[in-house]
Structure formats: C-alpha cells, structure tokens
C-alpha cells in the first residue's frame, strides 16, 4: 500500500520535535536531580512544544508498537534511531497508548518522565501499574497492553472502536500501509486465537489483498505452535478455520500445511503435544479442503494413520520414532506396538532408514559443545562487525605510527591510509576514531616525527571542506553518535563554531536544528561573537535561535543587545529575550514580565507566570499573589490560578503560603465545580519546595481531609519533617 498525504498530520514537525524532546527530557531525568538545569530546560521544552500541539489540537495519543510509534494513523521516519529507542522504552513498561490532554501541567510532565526513566525493567506488569497509580497524572492517560482482556465489541466495525484501542491502531496501520506487517509480528503472535479470527475478517472485509493477509496468517501460526497448546487449542484452531470465507480457510489451512513440512521443530511439537486421533483429523480436515500435502508430510501420516498396515518402514532413536528427521514420543511407538505392528515390520526395519544415518543423527543430539567454545555468540559477532575490525585496524596503523620504526615511505603510506579511513569514519559517524586520528597527527609534529608530513596531513582537518563534510555527516549520524560528535566539536571549540552556527541558520529540518543548538550551547560563553554578528540576520527564526543559544551565558556584554528585542513583533523573539535576561539576572527582562501580568493578551500573561516559576523570580511573587487573591468563576480564571500556584510553587518563597492559605481553610465554592478542590490539590503538589517549619498547618489541615491525594501527600511531609 502507498502511503498517502492525507495519513500524515498536519503538525507532524512539531510531532517529531516532541518525541526527541520527550526522549532526551527522560534521559536528562533519570541523570540529573528536579533542580538541575538540564531537567529544567529540557522540561520546559517538551511542554512548549506541548502548548503548540494544543493549540492545532484538543489532545494528542501515541500507540506504541514493537519499534515505533503510532500517531493518527501514521509512523513518523521509522528509520530514526531515536525515535526506535522511545518506541522500545515503553514498549519495555508493556504500555500501549499514552494520551495527553491540553490541561496537561510541568509537574505532570515531569513525574511522567520520572516514570518512564526509572521503572526497573524486572518489575511485573502489575507493580509496573501499582507505581504509575501513584503518580497522579490526572492529564496523562496510560494504556497498558492486556491481551487477554482484549475483545472487539459486538456488531462494532474497526472505524467505531475507540481511538485509544492499541489493536485498532494496529489493524489502521495495517490497512493504511503506515506499518509493516514485520514491525508488529510480535504483537500479532500474541492475539488469543479467538480475537485473531476476528482481526483477519476485519481486514479481509476492509479489501485486504491475498500476500499481506497470508503474511500475517504465516506469521501468526509460526508463533500460535511455539507456545505452549493442548488438544483444545488445536480443537479451537480447527473450529476457527471452519468458519472462514473459503478463501481465507484455503490460506489459512495451507499455511499450517506449509509450516509443518518446512519447520521440522513445530512439527515434531505437534506430535509430542496432542493426540494421535486429533493428529488424523487435522490433516483429513486439509485433504477435504483439497490442499495438497508434500511428501514428507504424508509420510508421516501414513505412518500414524494407517495402523492396520502389515508392513511399513520405520526406524528409531531410543524410544522414539524417526520419520523424514522427525522423532516422534515413545507414546505413539507404544500404540504402534498395540497393533503388533513392530512384530509385523521387524524384517524391513532397516529399508527407511540406514543405521549410519541413524547413528550420525544420535551423534548430533547427543553432542555437547559447551566445554569446546570459548567464546560466546554476541562477542563473537561484535569481533566479525565490519566497524569494529575498521577500528582495531585502524588502531594498529596508529599505534605503529606513533613508533619510531618505520621508514617515511612506510609512513607516507599509512598516511593514504588514514585519508580513506577518515572518509568512512565521518560518513558512518565514528567521530571518536577521526579525533584519535587528528591526535596522533599533532602529537607526531610536536615530536618532530615526520613533522613536514604530518603537519600537511594534518592541515586537511582544519579545512572548510572537512568541517562541510563532517556537518553534512551530523545530519545522518549525529543522534546516534552525539557524545563523539560532541567530542570533536570541543576540540575544534571556536574553530568549528561557525560552521556549526551557518548549519543552523540555513536548516530546516527541525530535528537536525535541535541536534546543533544542543551542541551549541555546550560552547557555553565561546560562541558569544558569532551569535551576536548573526542578530544582524533579519529573519524573525534566526534572532531567536540566537537569544536561546545566548540564554544561560554569563557574559554582561550581550545584555544590550538582547534588551532591543524584548518587544519584537513576534512573540517568539520577545520571549525568547526575556528568558535570557533572566538568566543574566537582568532586572529588565523582570520589568517586562510585570508588564505582561497587565497585560490584555492571554499569551503574554501565561507567559509571564510561567517563565516566573522557571527562572525562581522572586521579585514577581507579590505580582503573582496578587492575581491568585483576585476572584475568578470561570474556569479559564480556575486554569490561569492553577499556572500561578505551580509558579510560585517553584519559587518557594515561604511569602506564598498565607494566599494558600486562604484557599486550603476556604468555605467558598467555585462555580465551576471541583473548582476549589483542583486548587487545594496543587498547593499540596506544591508544599515540598517551602521550610517544613512554615508549612504543618498545611498538614495538620490535610491530614483530615477527604481528598485521597491531599492526605496522602500531607502524610508523606509529616514523616518527612519528622
């Protein structure tokens, strides 16, 4: 099927922004504490990019498969690695969708992140559920997968399933070509066979052609025969290719066929698991369907079924019958003997099968190769890999040109050597190999080794066309190899700061811009001088990419030129500049914001109280009571009050607590209901970041009160302060 414009989301960019911001927020987390800039810039990221999905949509739902992730029916570039590790991340927490809704909050997001960082991949799915109860994301809804509960509901067609169902993401993505049968084999093998019957008649209805349908049939049979079954589940299998169309049961009764006289091992498991009779009547259920049997399969049925034969051929291994390799339990060798069958064939024993067939056979299965093998199979795939044999290759050259044994023709030809390998280093993103490299050059000149040749070879990496080739190889590989692109980078340090900042400025995939302003900013102070020179760049994107790569710089210099852009025309800009006069303690940006608390535009006055709770601003704690005191009914003023107490949550400052106060001992109710206690509930969320001393009222308070997460919480800061 190809994949058509109308499957793709019209905020796919912001889509593929938010799943590398969700995945580099969890890192960050799971490293750093609550406090540390990483989390918080990493945090408030992911949550802007949330606010601008909200603002094009009431929520958003990703369902997660085996490698990838699921949205709106569409699988953003499966072939990002980043993307891969997300998919697989939560797969490992067994979780199915996770929906967010447009309330969603900082602190939300970031207990969500705390979750998916740090659950231990050895805890049961039931403790995995246990502990995400805890968490309270009222805005964070998570799905986890639960085959056996898993049904279609009667007389509903796979358009009327909820959205949020993982099995109809699957069956869409299916239908619509956005997913590959092979990146949902597991999930498919895992369908009770009831709900697979009616998966396949969903896709055989929706016009699903003859090769997917067989694919997904081979697929899910392979994985139906490798876990454990019984008479009744083969007695199910039977029944339930008799109610298919005939076409889908002529499909569906060949692929067994098929698996069984190609896989040897789900054969001989069928064999040993149920019996002789249902064995007979699996296949007579095939031949009246006129689905030819090969050779080898009607061997051994003529074998099991003809038990009033007088002479047929045989051989065994032990107990066990041997028909085509297949051994078969001593049980139906017992009915065999039943039958006086052994007496009956004694003097051909030997025509099937010959004895130096047989015993190579015992040889093979009798064999133990452990004490002989001194290496296991995943080293000794890594010592084969094609990179890893380039490196130790490429090591040795190094070592020996780092020695004064060898002559300058030699080391001319080491140094052809290394230009080639440099090539396929940058290309394939082994950055740390090219800084070893670069090195051993420099260290060579110092030593007067080869000074005149090293010294030219060495010049090439310093080199507009290196640089060129090296950022056009951070478009492909910089994800994947971000700690060694990092790490050339603060070797060249300013030297490759320009070419870095020109990549920026000219890019437009949004994935790639975050990968070099993440490195960037690792530049700290250096980049200033090349940031500055490109405010004099007048498109709106650029001057902001330059106020957030300035934003947390302690250089003075640049507050003049930051403060001129605090009332640009786009918001963009001016919020940008704001933040990073805060972040220079810059008692301008402040001025600005009090501004934006008057201010008539929603935006602005969101805005301003966030970027108060991020940056700690203390002067803008009056500012922020002041509002919080004001009476709202509404439940737009309910939300704006609700971003305040998280704000000054963040602040902290011990100042906040007589208005919270004032709404925890409240006897007023909101009209919008719930309204008060929503309030209550995050002023509690908000307690741990004041002075114990200053807050066991609060407790005292909430320790009697009704609200499940309110007493759980005043509970927990009662043992803490103790």
Avoid at 451 to 467: K, M, P, R, V
Avoid at 631 to 657: E, M, V, Y
Avoid at 684 to 712: A, C, H, M
Wanted: glycine share 4%; proline share 3%.
């Amino acid at each position: 099927m190809i994949e058509t414009i109308e499957n793709i989301p019209p905020d796919l960019r912001l889509i593929e922004e938010l799943i590398i911001e969700l995945k580099v927020s969890s890192r960050n987390i799971a490293i750093y504490p609550r406090e540390h800039p990483a989390v918080r810039n990493s945090l408030n990221r992911v949550y802007n990019v949330f606010k601008k999905i909200f603002e094009l949509r009431p929520g958003i739902t990703f369902a997660v498969g085996k490698n990838t992730l699921i949205i709106d029916n569409y699988s953003p570039d499966k072939k990002n690695l980043l993307y891969k590790q997300f998919a697989q991340q939560l797969r490992g927490l067994n979780i199915a969708y996770i929906a967010f809704s447009t309330s969603l909050t900082l602190d939300e997001l970031y207990k969500f992140q705390c979750f998916i960082s740090t659950q231990g991949k050895d805890l049961s799915h039931e403790d995995i559920r246990e502990t995400l109860s805890k968490y309270s994301l009222s805005h964070i809804e998570v799905g986890f997968i639960d085959y056996e509960a898993f049904s279609f509901k009667d007389g509903k067609t796979v358009q009327e399933i909820p959205q949020e169902d993982l099995w109809e993401q699957y069956i869409l993505g299916i239908l619509n070509g956005t997913l590959k049968i092979e990146e949902i084999s597991e999930e498919i093998g895992e369908i009770p066979l009831d709900t697979f019957a009616k998966l396949l008649n969903i896709l055989y209805k929706d016009g699903i052609d003859k090769g997917t349908s067989k694919k997904i049939i081979s697929i899910y049979i392979k994985k139906f025969f490798q876990r454990p079954f019984s008479n009744k589940e083969i007695k199910k299998l039977l029944a339930f290719a008799d109610e298919l169309p005939s076409d889908l049961k002529d499909q569906f009764l060949s692929t067994v066929i098929d698996t069984f006289s190609k896989n040897i091992t789900i054969t001989a498991g069928v064999i040993r698991n149920i019996s002789t009779d249902l064995i007979i009547e699996l296949f007579e259920t095939v031949r009246s369907n006129k689905i030819p049997i090969p050779e080898n399969l009607n061997n051994l049925l003529d074998i099991i079924s003809d038990m009033d034969q007088k002479a047929f051929e045989y051989n065994t291994v032990g107990a066990n019958l041997l028909v085509d390799d297949i051994s078969l339990p001593s049980d139906i060798m017992d009915k065999l003997s039943e039958s006086n069958l052994k007496e009956a064939i004694s003097d051909s024993f030997e025509t099937s099968v010959s004895d130096e067939y047989q015993n190579e056979i015992k040889k093979i299965l009798e064999f133990d190769a452990s004490g002989i093998v001194s290496i296991r199979l995943p080293d000794l795939k890594k010592e084969i890999d094609d990179d890893f044999i380039e490196k130790i290759f490429n090591l040795v050259i190094l070592e020996i040109m780092s020695s004064n044994l060898i002559s300058e023709k030699e080391y001319l030809q080491f140094i052809e050597n290394l230009k080639e390998q440099t090539f396929q280093f940058i290309s394939t993103g082994q950055y740390g190999q090219v800084l070893q490299i670069i090195k051993l050059l420099r260290l060579n000149v110092e030593k007067n080794r080869f000074s005149d040749i090293s010294s030219e070879a060495l010049s090439y990496y310093y080199t507009q066309e290196f640089f060129l080739s090296f950022i056009d190889s951070l478009k492909v590989m910089g994800r994947q190899a971000r700690d060694e692109a990092w790490q050339l980078c603060e070797y060249y340090d300013e030297k490759i700061i320009p070419f870095l900042m020109d990549a920026l400025i000219n890019e437009d995939t949004q994935t790639f811009r975050s990968l070099l302003m993440s490195l960037i900013k690792q530049f700290g102070d250096t980049i200033v001088p090349e940031a500055l020179k490109r405010f004099n760049d007048t498109r709106w994107f650029v001057q902001r990419n330059m106020l957030y790569l300035l934003t947390g710089c302690k250089n003075k210099e640049i507050i003049p030129y930051v403060r001129q852009y605090c009332h640009h025309k786009n918001r963009k800009v001016s919020f940008e500049a704001i933040k990073c006069l805060l972040s220079q303690e810059d008692h301008y940006g402040i001025d600005i914001m009090k501004k934006y608390l008057l201010s008539e535009s929603k935006e602005e006055v969101e805005q301003a109280i966030v970027l108060s709770g991020a940056f700690r601003v203390k002067e803008m704690v009056l500012d922020l009571i002041q509002m919080l005191r004001k009476k709202g009914t509404n439940k737009a003023d309910l939300s704006q009050k609700i971003a305040i107490i998280q704000a000054l949550g963040n602040i902290g400052d011990p100042g906040s607590l007589d208005a919270f106060s004032e709404i925890v001992l409240s006897k007023r109710l909101f009209f919008f209901k719930g309204g008060l206690e929503n309030l209550g509930v995050e002023i509690y969320r908000t307690l741990k970041n004041y002075p114990y001393k200053d807050i066991d009222d609060f407790i005292q308070v909430g320790l009697k009160s009704k609200n499940e997460y309110i007493k759980s919480e005043s509970l927990r800061l009662s043992k803490m302060r103790a």
